[in-house]
């Protein structure tokens, strides 16, 4: 049994961070997620809280000035903010997504250049790989980066990028060889005051409104060739190598979101009385409880599980990334849109935060690769043969 926890099982220490995360979470995040959601602002607040709190990019290593979060803390962070806010979680969510292609492939001097940055400093990341014509094909990006001596010249359109505005720095995907196809993207790190950049207007959206999600323009932006992350080529397979461990923090996310809503639910029902009892005495609505307890807690132990691999790097990566994000996220519509049946009309209200986290959730069956396409990836992963790890 002991080789078999170890595959995931959270340590004491794992708990104790879960704990501070969630005090910090419900005091100071909390209160900010409502506003954010109906202003459709970006919540700095939150922000400010997380980054004192050394909560907003906990993956960093401690050699880059960061805290050294393993894969399974960074998803407790996530998965905890994402109880009380999931616009709010993409503040580490996204940070992570943004910077593994550095961690993975850029050089030490790139490294030590950008991720003390977000560590020490702060600074907010970008991931710019989708394009208005390239979302899950992303082979036809159109984004080019032309060499010119000791720079590159970027033109091209950026679309769904998450805190676009917001960050400081931007890890953009470019085709810098065209007749290679994959093998001719790559990698550049690209500042939000370059000349050339620009924002398009943000995105009128369903839910997550207080995570601003915009157009990145790039028009003749002059990117210094040592911002290259890795060699001249490689960007493809950064790019799908980083998806391979960013979408257990998707997973994460929705684990958490389905766990708020439970909560919420469960205190409702409780105090909630009809026909002179406790609508929680009721079978019928027991049975809707337990369905969404079994499934939070089905997709929590997946999710973990990936982290684990994750964090390892494990052969099996690839399946179990894609099977935790695909499999949480709809764990987290289901449970949410229960939350909401379970409060009635209230629960279509906005006096209560169910509604929001319904509307928050469908994002995660859709971004960093809809549920389709993961499933895709997973029979692919399957008719291949996984290495027997269970």
């Not at 922000?47 to 004192?52: E, G, I, P, T």
């Not at 996220?329 to 409060?343: G, I, R, Y």
Request: aromatic residues 8%; charged residues 25%; proline residues 4%.
């Amino acid at each position: 049994m002991s080789d078999f926890d170890d595959l995931y099982r959270p340590t004491e220490d794992h708990d104790a961070f879960r704990a501070a995360v969630r005090e910090l979470a419900e005091a100071k995040v909390a209160p900010n997620a409502a506003e954010a959601d109906e202003t459709a602002t970006f919540p700095k607040a939150s922000l400010a809280a997380l980054v004192k709190a050394d909560f907003h990019a906990p993956h960093i290593p401690e050699a880059y000035a960061g805290v050294g979060a393993d894969a399974l803390a960074t998803v407790i962070v996530i998965e905890e903010i994402a109880r009380v806010c999931v616009s709010s979680s993409l503040i580490p969510a996204v940070n992570k997504l943004a910077t593994v292609p550095l961690l993975l492939s850029a050089s030490e001097e790139v490294k030590r250049a950008y991720l003390p940055l977000m560590a020490r400093d702060g600074a907010m990341f970008s991931y710019c790989l989708s394009e208005p014509d390239a979302g899950s094909d992303v082979a036809s990006m159109k984004t080019r980066a032309v060499r010119e001596g000791d720079e590159f010249v970027l033109n091209g359109t950026k679309a769904w990028i998450s805190n676009a505005g917001e960050s400081d720095y931007y890890t953009v995907f470019a085709v810098t060889d065209p007749e290679k196809r994959t093998k001719g993207i790559s990698c550049l790190m690209v500042h939000k005051d370059d000349a050339g950049v620009s924002f398009g207007a943000p995105e009128k959206k369903l839910g997550i409104k207080g995570s601003p999600t915009r157009q990145v323009i790039m028009d003749n932006v002059r990117v210094p060739a040592d911002r290259l992350v890795g060699e001249e080529g490689t960007g493809f397979v950064t790019a799908m190598k980083t998806l391979d461990h960013t979408r257990v923090t998707i997973a994460a996310q929705a684990v958490g979101v389905a766990q708020g809503a439970l909560d919420f639910a469960l205190g409702y029902v409780k105090e909630r009385k009809q026909f002179g009892r406790p609508i929680a005495d009721f079978q019928g609505l027991q049975w809707m409880l337990a369905d969404m307890g079994m499934k939070v807690e089905a997709a929590r132990q997946l999710t973990y599980a990936a982290a684990a691999r994750s964090e390892r790097v494990d052969a099996d990566l690839t399946y179990f990334g894609a099977a935790a994000k695909c499999f949480a996220s709809d764990v987290a519509m289901q449970v949410t849109t229960d939350a909401v049946q379970l409060l009635g009309g209230y629960g279509y209200t906005r006096d209560y935060p169910v509604e929001r986290m319904m509307r928050d959730a469908k994002i995660t069956q859709i971004y960093e690769g809809t549920n389709q396409v993961q499933r895709i990836v997973m029979a692919r992963q399957l008719l291949q043969g996984l290495p027997d790890n269970r």
